[in-house]
């Protein structure tokens, strides 16, 4: 293995991936953040803005989600969102520096009659200038081809982590169900956004799974979002551990190490995060990050502080 990992003809193991983990922190930063700037203006972040445009309602049992119809979260099921609401959304959104606006639905796989009012929103949000991405559960045969006759530029569906904890986490959907729907949106040339989230009880060789699952994709996805758990009160991993914030940053640094061209974004638990782990995570190769007050149902860093945030530490919104 070379010093910066596989060749592209090569496969990254899980026990490589371990070995990056195990690395002394310093080093790991070091490598993560050379690599970062042989494919990256160091200093640019992208700026996403995320929109639950159906909330609630939903069958699946993922054990991190407010938005289960199995649990009591507090969280109302509601219809699909007006389109017009949508775009004054993305408007705004747009007005404070956002240059992607992703529209996630509550939904295991979204009806066609639904569709067809999501794929209204696309072409509304791609007409205001914006890339768009949207986050619909699993996707049935035919139904990628009309996102991407829509227009549509990113489709969000997080393998969330390795296979081996999978089945702690959720039962209502396999593993091989998001990788169906991943090579339907790849098959049809649009850009894959899939992460995961770390801090749900797995190990450090779990993570590396996960890491190894995306980085192994032929290609990678384009985004990876890197989720920290939100505990949620009725949600079965309401009690869990907080992961280590050195943990958090030396999975964003095997992220970049992995995946060096993908846009690794800093995701849901950034409200807790303090300035200081957000920067060193930039450090390791974060570029882009969630802009605006929510993620889905939780709360988000507003746009002030992220700016105050930006100016800090001299970074600057991605332009497209």
């Known amino acids: 293995m070379s010093r910066h990992g596989p060749k592209l003809t090569e496969r990254w193991t899980v026990n490589q991936i371990v070995e990056l983990y195990n690395l002394p922190l310093m080093d790991l930063l070091h490598q993560a953040h050379e690599v970062h700037r042989q494919h990256h203006d160091p200093n640019a972040i992208q700026l996403s803005t995320l929109l639950s445009i159906k909330t609630g309602g939903c ?4 054990s991190y ?15 699909l969102m007006e ?37 209204e929103m696309i072409k509304a949000v791609k007409a205001l200038g914006m890339e768009t991405c949207v986050t619909l559960g699993m996707l049935k045969e035919g139904q990628a ?21 999978y089945g702690n986490i959720i039962t209502t959907r396999t593993y091989q169900d998001r990788l169906d729907t991943l090579e339907r949106v790849r098959k049809n040339g649009i850009n894959i956004c ?26 990678y996805p384009e985004s990876v979002p890197i989720n920290q758990l939100i505990r949620v009160e ?85 332009q497209k």
């Open 145 to 165: 081809e009309r996102l991407k006759e829509a227009g549509l530029d990113y489709y969000n569906h997080n393998l969330d982590t390795s296979p081996e904890f």
């Open 83 to 119: 389109i017009e609401k949508v775009v004054q959304a993305a408007k705004e959104a747009k007005a404070n520096g956002a240059g992607r606006f992703c529209m996630g639905a509550a939904w295991r796989c979204p009806k066609d009659h639904h569709l067809d009012e999501v794929i």
């Open 234 to 318: 009725g949600t079965p991993l309401a009690d869990a551990e907080d992961l280590d914030e050195f943990e958090f940053i030396r999975t964003i640094a095997v992220a970049r190490i992995t995946m060096p061209k993908t846009m690794v974004r800093l995701s849901a638990g950034r409200e807790k995060m303090s300035e200081s782990t957000q920067a060193l995570c930039f450090f390791a190769g974060a570029n882009s990050i969630f802009y605006g007050e929510k993620l889905l149902t939780s709360a988000n860093p507003q746009e002030q502080a992220d700016k105050k945030l930006m100016d800090k530490l001299g970074l600057y919104a991605l």
């Open 59 to 62: 069958p699946e049992d993922c």
């Open 194 to 219: 899939c992460g995961g989230i770390v801090g749900m009880g797995e190990s450090r060789r779990e993570r590396a799974g996960l890491v190894a699952q995306l980085a192994n994709m032929d290609p």
């Open 65 to 79: 989600c407010p938005q289960s119809s199995r649990y009591q979260t507090g969280v109302e099921k509601e219809k």
